[in-house]
């Protein structure tokens, strides 16, 4: 059964830092990129960031939604079968829930229960 299970929110001032996790389970967690996404009050879930598998092709790289470039860094530990989001220099704009799944076009129709992030004064 895959579980993923979020964690490290919470409230933040603007410009402060996060990290999020995310352990997987229930799948080979190594032959998959893995994704963050957020979905903000009254809008529909986005994705933020996608780390590749190492099994990829080397072509594959990190890939960010603009919005959090220069900002935000997902790193992966294959050996615990995590992935990470280390969100710096925060925005209220960035507040949200934030869940992790597989990349877009193969994630998981079950979501954890994602983790919250609040940005403000």
């Known amino acids: 059964q895959v579980q993923l299970v979020e964690s490290g929110g919470g409230l933040v001032q603007p410009g402060g830092s996060l990290r999020l996790s995310c352990a997987a389970s229930?799948?080979?967690?190594?032959?998959?990129?893995m994704s963050w996404y957020r979905q903000a009050p009254g809008k529909e879930r986005e994705w933020v960031a996608t780390?590749?598998?190492?099994?990829?092709?080397?072509?594959?790289?990190?890939t960010y939604v603009d919005s959090v470039k220069g900002r935000f860094t997902i790193s992966r530990d294959n050996s615990k079968n995590q992935v990470y989001l280390q969100m710096n220099n925060l925005r209220p704009e960035d507040t949200a829930v934030y869940y992790c799944?597989?990349?877009?076009?193969?994630?998981?129709?079950?979501w954890g229960q994602g983790t919250q992030v609040t940005v403000s004064s």
């Open positions: 780390i590749p598998s190492e099994l990829t092709s080397a072509s594959q790289i990190i």
């Open positions: 229930g799948f080979s967690f190594n032959w998959y990129s």
């Open positions: 799944n597989r990349r877009p076009d193969i994630a998981f129709g079950s």
